[in-house]
């Protein structure tokens, strides 16, 4: 069982930017992010496997997920955040279907307790 650590969430402004970090410990072959905004489902913001990336449409153009395997650490940046980005996100590990363009079903074996993001207009 891979095990999953997220940090790096926290409070900005709207237009800011905060880089989230997902530590893992034992062999993964896919990596991605999720959030889940209250009252709403969870979607897929992004994944990477073999530093080959692959971004869900929510987020296209403001995020770059990236993988350092000498640390075991999986990054998401996240630039010009909205007030609807505020949620908590969350780290994967172990993609288990397709990914889909709009983020829905993204099917991971392991999670993450997650990291609030929360954007002030």
């Known amino acids: 069982q891979v095990r999953l650590v997220e940090s790096g969430g926290g409070s900005v402004q709207a237009g800011g930017s905060l880089r989230l970090s997902c530590t893992y410990s034992?062999?993964?072959?896919?990596m991605g992010w999720f959030r889940q905004a209250p009252g709403k489902e969870r979607e897929g913001v992004a994944a990477?496997?073999?530093?080959?990336?692959y971004y869900a449409d929510s987020m296209k153009g403001r995020v770059v997920i990236t993988q350092d395997n000498a640390k075991n650490t999986v990054y998401l940046q996240m630039n010009s955040l909205k007030p609807e980005d505020t949620a908590m996100y969350y780290c994967?590990?172990?993609?288990?279907?397709?990914?889909?363009?709009?983020?829905?079903?993204?099917?991971?074996?392991?999670w993450g307790r997650g990291t609030q993001v929360t954007v002030s207009s």
């Open positions: 990477i496997y073999t530093g080959s990336p």
């Open positions: 994967a590990a172990d993609l288990q279907g397709p990914l889909s363009p709009d983020g829905s079903k993204w099917d991971f074996k392991s």
């Open positions: 034992g062999y993964t072959y896919y």
